[in-house]
């Protein structure tokens, strides 16, 4: 059974100037050097708009490394192609992205090389086979999943999930969590 690190909830702009997302429980290792599969750690932010959004996601990116899968959730309008375009705009320094719903999978060469799968119109678990959807998780690339929940059995042990809840103009609820 996994540890479970504290929950801590933190609003954007309410931690202290220079205060990185690390020190908010997304870090990659135990202070006793276990490695991220073997807790789990949580981390919730609200977002006033969507360039907060835009922060949150860009923060978030400086702790990804190659190898890393993303499960990007929430309703429609929620920002989670706005999410995946800046953490892509964070590593590489520009937007790359758009959304790949009716190809499935678009990759951005920079380093790292990011993977951005969006899963909306899977119809069955036999399509990711067919689309070859699993080659998109590479051990030198990020994997960014929208609408992972439409097939769970694609991400690997220990991804991040990203919860972005709020539609629209209203704020965002995000929870980030890796298992």
Known sequence: MPKRAPERSVRLGSRPPGRALTAVGLNRKKPNGDSPEHYMIRSRFRAESLAALDRIASEFA????????????GP?????????AAVVRALHGEDQTSSPTFTFWHRYEGAP???????????????????????????????????AERAPQLLPPGAIAVRIEGVGDGAREIEIARS
């Open 76 to 84: 429609l309008g929620a920002g989670k192609t706005a999410f995946v």
């Open 113 to 147: 090389p990011i993977h951005h799968l969006d899963l909306y119109r899977l119809e069955s678990p036999a399509e990711l086979r067919e689309l070859g959807l699993e080659q998109a998780f590479a051990p030198d690339a990020l994997t960014l999943v929208e609408w």
């Open 62 to 73: 400086r702790i990804l490394r190659p190898g890393d899968a993303v499960a990007v959730q």
